[in-house]
């Protein structure tokens, strides 16, 4: 299982008490090799998370 992570967001209001994390899972290699030549050629986390990833996070990638 490969998962692709993107940096935490901070929020300045509330720099020292929540993060926003997204990620991207793949099963095959092959697909998450896909998914970062997407973010690479610009196309938006969001919109690649809900392309790429085989999980609960295809919302855009939000863990919650």
């Given amino acids: 299982t490969l998962s692709?992570?993107?940096f935490p967001t901070r929020r300045s209001s509330d720099l020292a008490?929540?993060?926003q994390l997204r990620h991207i899972l793949c099963e095959?290699?092959?697909r998450s090799l896909?998914?970062?030549e997407q973010l690479k050629?610009?196309?938006g986390?969001?919109?690649v998370a809900a392309e790429f990833s085989?999980?609960?996070a295809r919302t855009g990638g939000?863990?919650?």
Avoid: T
Wanted: charged share 40%; no cysteine; hydrophobic share 35%.
């Fill in 4 to 6: 692709i992570h993107s």
């Fill in 17 to 19: 008490n929540e993060v």
């Fill in 28 to 30: 095959k290699q092959s």
């Fill in 34 to 36: 896909e998914a970062v």
């Fill in 41 to 43: 050629a610009g196309k």
């Fill in 45 to 47: 986390f969001d919109k």
């Fill in 54 to 56: 085989e999980d609960k």
């Fill in 62 to 64: 939000a863990l919650g």
